[in-house]
């Protein structure tokens, strides 16, 4: 399983989505996630929510992850519209490959697969049926309210050429023991080692028990 540290690897709150939590996943062997919002006048900002003065730039974080090599798996969130340029002109800039760009409107993506980004799809309970699933080259699996992630999707789209990312349902204030046993269960089975990711504050947790 490659775990996705939910917006770095934090204590408290205002930790999320900082360079210094974004830095510490690296140094802990996880991939990230992380939230892309228009800063103006060309600039990305690292911010869930509508950004602050504390808010770090994207360019400064892509530019960290160049400069020490890293190949983690990037899942970069998207919150704002009509980002793709400045974004793809930062992935040419500092030769980012391991990444995707997912949960965009759908005219966005359009405009990122249009560009030639990575993106991923959505599915979930309100989206059964994924959107541009053919141009996609992943699929974000998010589980709400019930867990219906199985054997047969999460194969079905592997057969597929999808790269998977799943939700894990603590991002959700749910209990997850149950549908991590689950996931490891179909990943030992079929052999699946390092082709699914979980997105998950559980960091430490998931590590210990995937790994193990």
């Known amino acids: 399983m490659q775990i996705l540290a939910h917006r770095g690897f934090w204590r408290e709150k205002k930790e999320q989505n900082s360079l210094a939590s974004l830095a510490k996943a ?20 690292l911010s869930h929510d509508i950004p602050t003065s504390l808010s770090e730039k994207a360019e400064e974080f892509f530019q960290f992850y160049h400069a020490h090599s890293f190949h983690f798996p990037l899942a970069l ?18 030769k980012i490959k391991n ?3 997912f949960d965009m409107s759908v005219p966005d993506a359009l405009l990122y697969l249009k560009e030639g980004l990575n993106v991923f799809t959505r599915q979930s309970e309100y ?19 019930t867990h219906y992630i199985d054997e047969k999707l999460i ?10 990312a799943i939700v894990s349902p603590d991002l959700h204030k749910r209990s997850y ?3 991590w046993e689950e996931y490891k ?3 030992t089975k079929h052999k699946l080692y390092g082709k699914i990711m979980l997105c998950t504050d559980k960091v430490l947790e998931a590590k210990e028990f995937f790994n193990d």
């Open 155 to 164: 194969l079905e789209h592997l057969e597929n050429g999808k790269q998977i």
């Open 177 to 179: 023991e149950k549908e």
């Open 99 to 101: 990444y995707f760009v």
């Open 185 to 187: 269960k179909i990943i």
């Open 127 to 145: 989206e059964k049926e994924p959107s541009f699933y053919e141009e996609a080259c992943g699929v974000w699996l998010d589980e709400f309210h």
């Open 77 to 94: 969130n998207i919150k704002a519209d009509g980002l793709q340029k400045h974004l793809l002109e930062f992935i040419k800039r500092y």
């Open 26 to 45: 690296f140094e802990m062997g996880f991939g990230i996630e992380t939230d892309l919002r228009d800063g103006g006048g060309g600039n990305l900002l």
